[in-house]
């Protein structure tokens, strides 16, 4: 995934609490990185293999992502592009397969964060303070969040370069500079904030259809 990855576990005894959502996480990037010319994502993107040979979870992936690709008006889309690439799905959902482990685990009370997603979880009174980043300025704070039980996802091209396209244009959107999206479930709101930052400045509408979903938005200056 070639992105930080951090867990926060508060009543963990021992690393040993840690070691199965840090294994999932090493399981989805050996079958979903892009970087790695051996995983099954790379191989499917060559040619490699075909769509009868994949693994259930690069088929199930594939299938989400056509669903959020439907449900985002064809903003979200992992053949942006030209190519597939499901990296900007399989964050969210890498974040929440770490957080099954946790729970099979009978840990109620976590903090996932990887690249800029956060999901946070707690059976206690348990409240993570997250800031929100300026694009301009690491050291700079625009806002805070506290949440309990909840997901935080970023998305922007002023880390990574112009790797989110508008797949109506095929060029990096304009307008916005960060999107972030607070809801429940990390997926959906990792989804969101892609597509959003895809649409560009017309996304009031879209989130006014999106119950129980927050936006904070940093805007281009003219």
Not at 8 to 37: C, G, L, M, N, V
Not at 112 to 117: K, L
Not at 183 to 194: E, F, R, S
Request: aromatic letters at 10%; charged letters at 25%; one cysteine or more.
């Amino acid at each position: 995934m070639g992105l930080p990855i951090s867990i926060d576990i508060p009543d963990a005894k021992t690393a040993a609490d840690f070691e199965p959502a840090f294994k999932r996480f090493e399981q989805i990037d050996h079958r979903f990185s892009t970087y790695k010319p051996d995983s099954e994502v790379s191989r499917y993107i060559k040619g490699e293999i075909t769509e009868n040979d994949l693994s259930g979870e690069l088929k199930y992936v594939i299938e989400r992502c056509h669903e959020a690709e439907q449900k985002t008006d064809g903003y979200f889309s992992a053949w942006a592009g030209g190519k597939f690439d499901p990296s900007g799905y399989v964050k969210g959902w890498a974040i929440a397969e770490a957080a099954k482990e946790l729970e099979r685990q009978g840990i109620k009370t976590y903090c996932i964060g990887a690249g800029g997603d956060i999901l946070a979880r707690s059976n206690t009174d348990k409240v993570w303070n997250i800031g929100i980043q300026s694009p301009a300025d690491k050291a700079e704070i625009l806002n805070k969040l506290s949440i309990s039980n909840g997901a935080i996802a970023t998305s922007g091209n002023y880390e990574r370069g112009a790797h989110i396209i508008n797949p109506k244009t095929n060029k990096p959107p304009d307008g916005l500079v960060s999107v972030t999206v607070v809801g429940p479930d990390i997926i959906w709101a990792d989804v969101l904030a892609t597509a959003i930052f895809a649409r560009g400045s017309q996304a009031a509408d879209f989130m006014a259809k999106q119950p129980g979903y927050e936006l904070f938005v940093v805007k281009k200056l003219n």
